[in-house]
């Protein structure tokens, strides 16, 4: 199964995408994950995106989609993968669909993580990670709305959307996503 996995920052996203990846053993490709560790090794990606992460801007869509691109070859892809925090703008998401055109591997879905905005920015503040400081955080909840968010009707038009309530425990949540993947034919 080829899945993109969208929601905003604080939505729980990352639990539920391991929970996901080992259940329906998919790879699991975190661009969040795969930055952190570059900007950790200093490579020179990895100081590249490091101003806009520490910002809590997103890193420029040519270096993301070159990382994803070389992700998409390596092996353990070939059965299946779960993007997580990939495509988070339009060009993005252009862009992952002509990578994926020219292979002929369509995605099978897109799922959505649904949580309102007050309860994430609870959520984040908790969460203590070094990039969330206040304004930080909201800068990311600002970039999600205005970048990410348009990419809800873009994959609603091409009928690959669907969106779940990410309000409640994990494993309630956990079931909602597997209720619609177990349904996709
Ligand atoms: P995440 O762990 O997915 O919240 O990502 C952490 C940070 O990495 C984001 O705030 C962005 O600065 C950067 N990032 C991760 N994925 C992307 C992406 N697809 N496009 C642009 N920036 C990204």
Redesign the pocket.
């Known amino acids: 199964m080829r899945i993109v996995f969208i929601g905003p920052?604080g939505a729980g996203k990352g639990t539920q995408a391991e929970r996901l990846v080992e259940t329906y053993h998919m790879a699991h490709l975190?661009?969040?994950?795969m930055?952190?560790a570059a900007r950790d090794a200093k490579t020179e990606v990895g100081q590249k995106?490091e101003k806009?992460?520490s910002a809590?801007?997103?890193?420029p869509?040519d270096i993301?989609v070159a990382i994803i691109a070389e992700r998409l070859r390596q092996n353990d892809c070939r059965d299946g993968y779960l993007l997580?925090?990939?495509?988070?703008?339009i060009a993005?998401a252009e862009a992952l669909d002509k990578m994926l055109a020219e292979q002929g591997t369509p995605l099978d879905v897109v799922l959505e993580l649904k949580v309102p905005e007050e309860e994430l920015f609870r959520r984040l503040a908790g969460r203590g990670r070094a990039?969330d400081t206040p304004e930080v955080i909201r800068q990311?909840l600002v970039?999600y709305r205005k970048q990410t968010e348009p990419l809800l009707e873009y994959y609603g038009r091409c009928g690959l959307l669907k969106s779940i309530d990410g309000l409640g425990a994990v494993e309630e949540i956990f079931d909602r996503a597997q209720t619609v993947l177990d349904r996709l034919d």
């Not at 975190?30 to 994950?33: A, E, N, P, Q």
């Not at 809590?56 to 890193?59: F, M, N, T």
């Not at 997580?84 to 703008?89: A, E, I, L």
């Open positions: 920052p975190s661009t969040g994950d930055l952190r995106a806009y992460m809590g801007e997103l890193v869509d993301i997580d925090g990939f495509p988070r703008t993005q990039d990311r970039a």
